[in-house]
């Protein structure tokens, strides 16, 4: 493995060197790296299947049986939509072929954390790090155990549940999970390949009753959007939202078997997976309902499912919801503590969330740390509040995603190319290109009126977390 560039605490020397003095400094300088030589006592026990799951596991959540019909009221047509969802999936395929070039530089923990820190310094990585673990990763863990619990309960009982019985049933999942990922890797590991399993029988099931049934009949009326240019650049932010998510491979990397090929192994692979399945079952929405029906729609899933087989694939579509919903909430604990665990090694957190259990190999307080935090905002916000705090922080990390994406053309300058483990054709075109399609989902957000209001959530959560670096961890801990 070619080692890392230096990071921006090598100093200034660093900076101004040339590139074959900073290649020999970068050496160095990976040597002391707290991050990649620290013995923390993590097991490398996935190995590519196991990894390509989490990257299937994390993106495919429970927002593609629900976001299609925000896409298309945005839209306001089949075409638009349809175009959205490919739009989408080329930003996904760019930035796999981006945070794969990373993941081959920094296999390790909490790779993306090292990234951000050597390419832009350690303030700006230590805001993303706790940005996820207090909103991001915490809301969404929140937010999914609710639907998780809501589903479970159609699935089994027929209806859902009362808001205090669903958070209880939501706590309960959590609390399983955690405890199944402080146990070991191997047992979140095999709970992600189970679920990945069946959420994509789940979604090839729509595209199978897609493929015999006839078209729906054409729209009677007009769907309200602004179509056009904005309705399209609108349509995209809840489309890449589904797909975002392969970024947690990059999390678990001290953990991957043979890692400077594996991990972005997966991430391609998986990302390819990702966008055959929601081409396909988008097409499969729109060709069942039609594009009124699709826009109008609370459960596009069961509704398209409903088309062929009635109301009795109510609850069979309520029960693939759940079980997505149980593997996107495991993907989240399962990568999530790595971020956590990676910022504590580099000195920038408390120590104890640097500590790895001897006996599980797992980093046991930080698994503790993000279940509090997401059943905290879980019982005091409800399952609004979290949703629209999620919306609004979920748009800001837009931002960081661009700023990972460019990573490697800011790095180039401390290390030579020609060094790097991964080298993939269209450099640097595709980084930018994915960087810039980012920074367009912040603008879609704006023009959609129903998220605009929460980017101020976003703002004051990323002020706040600057202000804890600079009066607390700007010097490392001891």
Known sequence: MQP??????????????SARTCDTLGAVTALTDPIHDAPDGLRRDLGLIDTVAIVVGACVGVGIFFT?????????NTELALLAWVLGGVVAIAGA?????IGAMYPRTGGQYAVLRDAYGPGLAFVYVVCNATAIQAGAIAVIALVCAQHLA????????EPMAAAGVATALVLVLGASNAVGVRWGARIQNLTVIGKLAALLAIGAFAAVAPPAPPPTSTITSSGGAAGLLAAMVPALFSFGGWQQATWVGGEVRDPERNLPRAIILGVLVIVGVYLMVNW???HLLGP???????????????????????RAIAGAIALSAFGVLNAQLLSGPRL???????GRFFRTFARVHAGTGTPIAAITLLCGVALGLLWVAGDRGVDRLLTGVVAIDAVFFAATGLASVVLIRRRPRATWPLRLPLWPAVPIFFAVAELAVVAGAWVDPAVRGTLWVAAAWIAAA?????????????
């Open 97 to 101: 072929l981006a945070f794969a070039e």
């Open 68 to 76: 299609p019909s925000r896409v298309v009221q945005l839209a306001g």
């Open 284 to 286: 499969s929405y729109l």
């Open 466 to 478: 600057s202000l804890l670096y600079f009066a607390r961890f700007r010097r490392r801990q001891g």
């Open 4 to 17: 890392p560039g230096p990071s921006r605490h090598a100093g200034a020397d660093a900076r101004s060197c």
């Open 292 to 314: 009124e029906a699709a826009a109008g729609s609370e459960s596009i899933a069961a509704d398209a499912a409903a088309v062929v087989v009635g109301d009795g694939g109510r």
């Open 154 to 161: 159609i699935a089994v009982a027929g209806h859902g549940l």
């Open 340 to 346: 956590v665990l990676a910022l504590a090694l580099d």
